[in-house]
């Protein structure tokens, strides 16, 4: 058995102040967790107060076209986390109009799996159930000097024991608070510095003088090479986009015409253009974007259209209406709106 007292005081006196500690409330707490996921706490927060701003509730969410959710979501990555958010909100809206309010319910959320649930679970309704996100797994493998590999299935399964061992059933929302917030600020990745830690006289790893050494991770998987060029098509402050369709990376977000080649294309050097490499996390995608300006975007609408069948001619200043990838909001930011080539 654990004593909690000395981790619960260190929580009282170091703990951030976020606006999803401060509410009760599931679906924000929803939201909170499910964009964390995606990024720090510093850049979620703007992400999350946008978000709540424009869809403060389950209906509002439910409401919205898919569209516009991606639009809020536009950067975060992972919009397949998006398109479940919008998902689930009409799903519930369609059954009870409400948030669920057992663990089960919960989990059976598209896009809610063993954390989110035990984050709302226990944050929204002081449920026993712990909440291990990626700092919470470090956490505990160095208190207990677990050198089991934590991220596969059977790892999680694992770990989920040994918090259960020690979860407080008085106070999990306290409880998976302080533990993820420790792991946050004090027991970081490397060598944390234990001598300060709220937490060592019971720390089986700083007896050890392991903890440099976890959690321990599976090996990294190779990444797969993918080449694609895009074309930006310009004329009299138009340009073309289409909305990718099928079973690959970015469905449903918008992009400009694409040319995706097994090997590195050659340099066209009569038109200006800019390469990125962008990671994600199975692919690296070495991307292209050239710059066309022409003189009938009709004619090349017409060409094109046939393969492309979402394809549309949008003004330059209205792109900001459509959700794109990272990447191709990138490319957007370095060659339209900083060289104002709009015409
Ligand atoms: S003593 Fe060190 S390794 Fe152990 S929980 Fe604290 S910071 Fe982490």
Avoid at 64 to 86: I, K, M, P, T
Avoid at 178 to 185: Q, T
Wanted: net charge neutral; aromatic share 12%; proline share 5%.
């Amino acid at each position: 058995m654990m004593n909690l007292t000395s981790l619960y005081r260190w929580y009282e006196q170091n703990r951030r102040v976020l606006p999803w500690r401060d509410t009760r409330d599931p679906y924000c707490i929803w939201i909170s967790e499910i964009i964390l996921q995606q990024t720090r706490v510093a850049q979620g927060l703007d992400y999350y107060m946008r978000f709540v701003r424009r869809f403060p509730d389950l209906h509002s969410l439910a409401q919205a076209e898919e569209d516009e959710v991606l639009v809020y979501w536009q950067g975060l990555g992972y919009y397949s986390r998006a398109r479940n958010l919008h998902r689930a909100a009409r799903l519930l809206c369609e059954e009870t109009g409400e948030m669920p309010t057992t663990y089960d319910g919960l989990r059976r959320m598209p896009g809610v799996g063993e954390y989110t649930a035990g984050a709302i679970a226990s944050f929204a309704y002081n449920m026993p159930y712990p909440a291990l996100d990626g700092n919470a797994y470090r956490v505990l493998a160095r208190l207990f000097d677990c050198d089991t590999v934590f991220d596969t299935s059977s790892g999680k399964r694992y770990f989920h024991g040994l918090a259960e061992q020690i979860l407080d059933k008085d106070d999990p929302r306290l409880f998976n608070s302080a533990v993820m917030e420790l792991g946050a600020l004090q027991c970081l990745p490397g060598q944390p510095d234990c001598e300060v830690c709220p937490l060592k006289t019971q720390c089986l790893a700083y007896k050890a003088g392991t903890v440099a050494l976890l959690p321990v991770r599976k090996p990294r998987i190779t990444l797969k090479d993918r080449y694609l060029t895009y074309t930006i098509y310009i004329a009299e402050g138009h340009t073309l986009i289409y909305q990718r369709q099928g079973k690959d990376i970015w469905q449903h977000l918008w992009e400009f015409p694409l040319q995706e080649t097994k090997s590195p294309v050659r340099a066209d050097s009569d038109f200006l253009y800019k390469d990125y490499l962008h990671i994600l996390s199975h692919r690296r995608l070495h991307a292209r974007f050239i710059l066309r300006p022409t003189a009938s975007l009709e004619s090349v609408f017409k060409e094109l259209a046939p393969t492309l069948p979402s394809l549309r001619m949008v003004a330059i200043s209205d792109l900001s209406d459509y959700a794109f990838s990272r990447l191709t909001q990138k490319a957007i930011e370095d060659f339209i709106s900083t060289s104002g080539l709009t015409s």
